[in-house]
């Protein structure tokens, strides 16, 4: 049930001691290896030997993405490159890639993280784990190969893509958890169908899933076509890759694995905390890190905190999905719009498929936001009044959640694009 009971259900009071006491050691190292840190530090007059509580890590400069494009490649690295035993290597949906590095222990630490998650999810050496994510510089195929090895079960390590021949070994090599984004899953669940493969006829029991922003009712729908317990998990390249939170069977928030990484929630405009339990930015400190440790690293993803204990035992903290990366927030006619919300609201509707896209353009000075989605097929056979009816349905309901009137366009089963890897449902034609 628990892969570091110790560590997992520690207590709080414990916890918080052992935090503050890597947090002091952490500090200190950049301060004395790091000279983007040991600067940074000195210009506030900050010396981390002096910590004496958690709090104080408030007075500490947040870690920026771009802190990370400035000192391409090595420079934010805290051991000599002998020491280095695996780089990986972000690029990012824009600009210059980020580069990340890895010591023995490093990996040591990541595969026990990861293995963690896969334990909370319900999964055992008796699982048979086929990981889907892409192997390569991106840490998510790497990441669960490795966790997954260390938990003992069986991994097949097929990477994204070639989904036909994906389905033939989840079938023949009796794959009990599949691994990837929540899309690619969606677009497994859709070629099943096509090909004749019946989901509840296979060995599958569980997906585990992260990479990306999803919404409720997609797991929903997930569980429900591919005859799984799907559960979310969360990690960034920048802090170590997956590993840094997930789900437990509860499926009600990820625990965060909190012994190893110091997290706060930030209002990503005025940068204080926000009070308990409200959305805003993550922000992530290692404890542990070796070779790239990051002090107050800005995610960019918004979560909230979610107090209380946890029925599974765990007393590390949960916090909610991710609604969305503050990057993918659309404002549109000034409104905040993530497309995870539209996503809760399509799912929840008959006569839809679970494809969408969101184009928005600019039209005599004013925002338009047009809803793609697919309707079922038996829908567009129907009456036009039938087809009114769903628009107007779905017009209605975005309109109540989002707060502002949408256009919406029903469209033909399978003319969406599909996704094997992260999926990018937004087109923003508007020059802003
Ligand atoms: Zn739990």
Same mark, same amino acid.
């Given at each position: 049930m628990y892969w570091q009971p110790k560590e997992e259900c520690l207590d709080r009071g414990a916890l918080a001691e052992l935090q503050r006491k890597r947090l002091q050691k952490t500090l200190t190292r950049v301060a004395s290896h790091v000279p983007f840190y040991r600067n940074t530090f000195k210009k506030r007059n900050l010396d981390p030997t002096q910590l004496r509580s958690l709090e104080e890590l408030q007075e500490y400069p947040f870690t920026l993405k771009q802190d990370l494009r400035d000192n391409y490649?090595? %420079? !934010?690295?805290?051991?000599? !490159?002998?020491?280095?035993v695996r780089v990986h290597s972000s690029s990012g949906t824009t600009g210059m890639a980020t580069v990340v590095g890895y010591s023995r222990n490093d990996i040591q630490t990541w595969s026990d993280l990861v293995a963690r998650v896969l334990c909370g999810a319900g999964l055992t050496r008796e699982d048979v784990i086929q990981i889907a994510f892409g192997y390569g510089l991106f840490t998510g195929g790497f990441g669960l190969h490795y966790g997954a090895e260390r938990l003992g079960a069986s991994v097949i390590p097929i990477s994204a893509g070639n989904t036909r021949r994906q389905l033939q070994i989840m079938r023949d090599f009796k794959t009990t958890a599949l691994v990837c984004t929540p899309s690619y899953a969606l677009k497994m669940a859709d070629v099943m169908m096509d090909i004749g493969i019946n989901p509840h006829g296979l060995s599958l029991r569980w997906g585990l899933f992260g990479a990306e922003p999803w919404s409720e009712e997609m797991r929903l729908e997930l569980n429900e076509r591919l005859g799984i317990i799907a559960t979310d998990n969360y990690g960034l390249s920048e802090i170590? %890759?997956? %590993?840094v939170a997930g789900e437990c069977q509860e499926c009600n928030g990820l625990h965060i694995n909190e012994d190893h990484f110091l997290v706060e929630v930030i209002d990503p405009e005025t940068l204080q905390p926000v009070p308990p339990g409200e959305i805003g930015e993550l922000v992530i400190t290692t404890l542990t890190k070796e070779a790239f440790p990051v002090i107050r690293y800005r995610t960019r993803d918004l979560t909230r905190l979610l107090p209380g204990p946890c029925p599974c035992g765990r007393t590390l903290m949960r916090m909610s999905r991710m609604t969305g990366r503050s990057d993918d927030m659309l404002i549109i006619k000034g409104v905040n719009v993530f497309p995870t919300q539209i996503e809760s609201v399509l799912f929840a509707i008959d006569g839809t498929q679970p494809h969408y896209r969101l184009i928005v353009d600019r039209i005599n000075n004013e925002d338009r936001l047009t809803v793609m989605v697919e309707a079922v097929e038996s829908m567009l056979f129907d009456a036009m009044k039938k087809q009114r009816s769903l628009i107007n349905t779905i017009k209605k309901q975005l309109a109540t959640e989002l707060g502002i009137g949408v256009e919406v366009k029903l469209v033909e089963e399978r003319t969406l694009e599909r996704f094997e890897g992260k999926g990018n449902r937004v087109i923003d034609n508007r020059k802003i």
């Open positions: 490649p090595y %420079g !934010l690295f805290a051991v000599p !490159l002998r020491d280095i170590i %890759g997956p %590993g």
